[in-house]
């Protein structure tokens, strides 16, 4: 049986394969073409992560925030255009999204009123800021309704086959 690993600042990818009770050489096989070799060095550090093997990770270990956390974080594209989203219950994201579009409601007609001459006045150009700050904070919530669903989809697919 492998040893678990004590070292103390494991990446995403470490955690995420230790969370599934899975060895190195297991999780080379659920991947089929990462070695164990290569695993470890995604893990240590050694080497980066390629896209191609965080989407096979995502897929394989059922965990598609896999590729969010790479394009946010390690990507040199992500990390400057995409958002780190957080893992929620459902509920929570719910909320969030209902109290998002309640605010945004509230905006609307200010919105149309700044831009509805195609140029953002000077005197307008906070209130812009501050609504455009509340329509990213929707986006980030749909982001992560879209990853909750992607990771508990099949969970009820299979639940309404059994039905």
Avoid at 12 to 21: D, N
Avoid at 101 to 130: H, P, Y
Avoid at 143 to 150: C, G, I, R, S, Y
Wanted: net charge negative; aromatic share 6%; charged share 30%.
């Amino acid at each position: 049986m492998a040893r678990a690993s004590v070292k103390e600042n494991k990446t995403i990818y470490q955690l995420k394969r230790e969370e599934l009770g899975l060895s190195r050489e297991k999780a080379a096989e659920l991947l089929q073409y990462i070695t164990p070799e290569r695993i470890e060095r995604i893990e240590s550090g050694k080497s980066n992560v390629h896209p191609d093997e965080v989407m096979l990770m995502a897929e394989k270990y059922q965990s598609p925030h896999l590729c969010n956390y790479y394009c946010a974080n390690e990507c040199e594209i992500g990390r400057h255009y995409v958002p780190e989203i957080k893992t929620k219950e459902l509920s929570q994201i719910v909320l969030e999204m209902l109290a998002s579009l309640n605010s945004m409601q509230r905006k609307q007609e200010r919105l149309i009123e700044i831009t509805s001459d195609g140029v953002i006045e000077e005197a307008e150009f906070q209130d812009f800021l501050t609504i455009q700050k509340e329509l990213e904070k929707i986006s980030i919530t749909v982001e992560t309704l879209q990853l909750w669903a992607e990771k508990n989809i099949d969970h009820y697919k299979e639940l309404n086959h059994l039905l």
